[in-house]
């Protein structure tokens, strides 16, 4: 047991507590030893003692400062991210920081020179990255099962809108819903790099999201450098649920993947042959991607190999969101060029 | 032109319609000269003069003495197909008849000994075995795909049962309906003999077919020399409509067939998945089939192989169902010994 | 038989075949009289005496003149197609035409002019607007299954690319192979008009595709009044096969169409399951959909009910086609005023 | 904390293990106290102490002794099973115990007695009962979604036969493999009970599974008391992996289950298309139905209801295992009246 890595959670709302238990629960060779949250209640604190965390504190810096500490998993709000990750990093430990970084170009860069600076390693919650159809399809690119891509095609949409209030400040559909199917693009296309996006979007959904001056239905073509081409469509609602597919298309064949469902009934009757619907809710679709991700994350840092989503991954992220608003906004093609300058 | 084979069909009903188009329309190398049906109208002269078909007739006598044809097919009902077998063999012309060749196995026996007899060529049209689906399985045993069959599975029901008048006359259940079964079981085992049948039965559908004397629900098993063991199981009522399908399991995999659908397309809603119900009648579901047959019996004809469902192959159905039938009457398994004696 | 249809057919290439046969055994009321192809020779000859058409010409002004002759089917090269139109019309005839109609706007309006002004129809051979899928996903949008239309999205991939020396005659991809899924995208809105176009291009198949000008994978976004967005994607070369699907998507639901497979059979090995590749070739995938519009063609002349693909459907493709090709060409959005002034 | 169910575990192989960690991780309200195990060793240990497991140790008694502990979870070995629930029944313990409870009917009736008499309750793990999909399809008859049930078909075949050393203990496949597929059919018909079984087998596999007396194929009708009928197939090798489906039809519809598989993706080449095989392993297959089954036994407890696999459902699935092989040895239809006297 003595050789278990210590970790210590920032943040311990709905995606803190899912790492924090699949922590606890399915990735062997893990201890996790304090959660810290600034709200820290009596709540949050008999989870914590049921999962047998023994430091509680409403203090990050207690686990920053906790020599004890390897690993810091950084699940706070966005705007925290890039200070925790300076800081942990300085403090010698490695992270995983949920997605975004930051929506701020300096401030990524600081983090992520923060982590260089100090040899640390840090891991991105692109979780989607982990999914078992999305890293399905990634294999058989990688075993040139479909040859050189050609097209790489994400269906992304939500079962319903957030509410008004947190479009606000979430930095509107790019940067909060296409962001992973950005991601994705780049990972199907092993990190090969955007040269050009072209978005397009619509109010279709509900004129309030229009009013606080997002879209909610998007369509966006990704040009990468080899000519190779990305299509995302996203909608903020699809009443049938969470609708997750992702289609590579090459020289050499197809692989596309079905959204994933509760079971395999068919159902007939004399009106139609019918099933259930397709998994609703980011938590039950990705529940398995959460754990893998983890799960490779501490396998990543035990074998000393590469982070399977770094901070480059998600500054890239951030960068492609952001051309995708200035396309739309200028009703262009946006080169990537323009954005970083 | 001169090389067509020139045809005459005997029995303008439902069937003999079908067939009569399908070698009009589809089947090259074919020239329908005569059609015969004892109950010859104007209605079925104008169908035959728009298909250009010259000789219509009430007496199928015409058809068998006439020296210009060469093949006759036999669409008439089914008391009578015994009788125009011997007769149109004993003219020297080459058969299709369609199934049941007869009820009664002594004047199935006279009919196939005058086939012999004349050395001219018989097909039974057992349509079944001519199906996209079924054809494609049986060519997947015939390649080794599935190596040494072990298990073959028939799901097989109607979208709703025949008058109860009908099923007075027919012989039942396991002679109107599961002789297909029967017969595409042994299609799939590659000829195989059966040894032993065991049928159980219910009358779940209406209560009327078994005052007819008749049952509604039947599982039959089948038991062949091999080992390998055949499943049928058999409704007169499937409310979501034609349900066919063949599953074919051995050492190397399994080969499973789906029903036909008429699109392709899959409706969500925020209730469920569904698509529409599958084909609902014979006549569409294996339309192709029909045709098929009809190809592969003239292109047998010409290149001089074998048929592909022979007379002996009508006549083993005919056992198997009779076996079935002595099954359930006596509630035990019953050898096919048993029954030829 | 004197209420029949009179029909004369202007080509006998491998379309003008395909519409003949099937006028001749799929359409009733119909009959064809005459077909004109300026290579006639004995093989087009024999193949026409064999469907029982008396008149075979070089000269299509015979069918033109033909007072007996009501509808003319125009199958010829796409370059005589706008003068047939204007002549067929001129002589009071109804018209069906092979898609497209002309690649000149000015040509093309001619056309239309003769047809309004002679009171005469005109169909134009969209024929994947009359496959089973694609129509059922139009019909479910018609019942209101899927609430309003959001996205309309389209896979179309060929097999194979056409020789390059046909490339450099057909007008490039967006005229030979986008065009029918640019009227696709229309027809499945209902017939909203499309305000913009996006179109993004590579040549990834054959650099000598390159070389003559075009490209051989494209990505389009169709932007309607209402604000729904279409995407369509091709390629030249799935080696998979005819990849032809189309996705509805709206407010109230979602309809997706699967491609055709020769059966549906599951094979299950050591290996993996699998089953055949899709129908591979258009004449395959759409064969029922050539004989579907050529009924609906004529029932809607008998009915009197209107065409179901126009002349200004026919038009409003070929300018789409336009602004694609204008887009890629100049790396922007168009918008269709800029192409129709 | 202090309202936590405290569990005892008696038997720590792989199903103890599976039933311990779903306790812990998954089951909330539940401590696991203590673990026996005949066998404990350094492994075991370490693993429950990993698990926080404080009492370790060889001797079952310690847990029926133990008054602290309510609850006795029962995976030791079959023949330990009867004695076992009559300690624990007679120390006023739920009780949760693995099937079969023995292969005696004499002794399984003691172990029901002693249960009865101390009026504790018994929870058979027949986990396939808590399978997403074949408990969606019990919901579905519930429901009446399929009307009268007339037809349920189970298709259960495992990926390898277990090592003929096993078999030869194991009372062979009806009772070590069959047993599950028995108890299925009782399950979906709502406890309907069966009249009456007919069973054939055959050794295709492995002639050693032959020698050592047992099948390696077989297929069983069972025909209830309603008339309705089962149809089970068996075999002890597909190749593809584990082939677990039920299908269930009725006056009013069918539901049919589909296989699991590990994802959703369909890969396209120019050979055929294809998907990854099947789940392999029951472990993988059931471990939602392991997780499922716990929850629900102890739900029960909790509110009080009764027992969704009772140990009548035990001493039931044994009986139809005896029938089948009575069946199968003599060739003839078995009444289960024969059985039980």
């Known amino acids: 047991m003595a050789d278990k890595k210590i970790v210590g959670v920032i943040g311990a709302g709905r995606i803190g507590k899912i790492h924090t238990e699949d922590l606890v629960k399915f990735v062997p060779g893990v201890k996790v030893k304090a959660i810290a949250d600034i709200n820290l209640d ?87 990255r982990f999914d078992h159809n999305f890293m399905r399809i990634r294999k058989a690119i990688e075993a040139g099962d479909i040859g050189t891509p050609h097209i790489i095609k994400i269906t992304s949409r939500d079962p319903g809108p957030p509410p008004v209030s947190y479009i606000k400040v979430s930095g509107g559909l790019f940067f909060d819903m296409m962001i992973h199917d950005l991601d994705q693009c780049r990972y199907q296309m092993g990190g090969e790099e955007v040269e050009e996006v072209t978005a397009k979007g619509a109010v279709l959904v509900d004129p309030a999201i229009g009013e606080a001056g997002d879209i909610d239905t998007a369509v966006v073509i990704l040009k990468f450098v080899s000519g190779a081409l990305g ?45 259930d619907l397709v998994l609703n809710f980011f938590l039950e679709r990705y529940a398995g991607a959460y754990i893998e991700e983890m799960k490779l994350f501490f396998k990543a840092l035990q074998d000393g190999t590469e982070m399977l989503a770094t901070g480059e991954d998600g500054l890239k992220a951030v960068i492609l969101a952001m051309a995708c608003k200035k396309s739309l906004e200028e009703n262009r093609s946006v080169k990537i060029s323009e954005i970083v300058g």
Chains 1, 2, 3, 4 share one sequence.
């Open 231 to 275: 299509i995302i469509d996203n909608s903020r609602k699809a009443v049938y649920g969470y609708d997750q597919r992702v289609e590579a298309f090459g020289s050499g064949g197809c692989a596309m993947s079905g959204n994933d469902y509760p079971n395999t009934i068919q159902f007939l009757n004399d009106k139609s042959v019918s099933r």
């Open 42 to 128: 009596d709540k949050i604190q008999a989870w914590a003692t049921n999962l047998g965390i023994e430091v509680q504190t409403a203090d990050a810096s207690e686990i920053i400062n906790d020599p004890e500490i390897e690993v810091v998993v950084i699940c706070s709000s966005t705007d925290t991210h890039a200070q925790f990750i300076i800081d942990a990093a300085n403090a010698k430990k490695d992270i995983f920081c949920e997605k975004p970084i930051d929506y701020d170009l300096s401030r990524i860069n600081d983090a992520l020179n923060a982590v260089k600076d100090n040899g640390v390693k840090l891991f991105i919650g692109f979780n989607r």
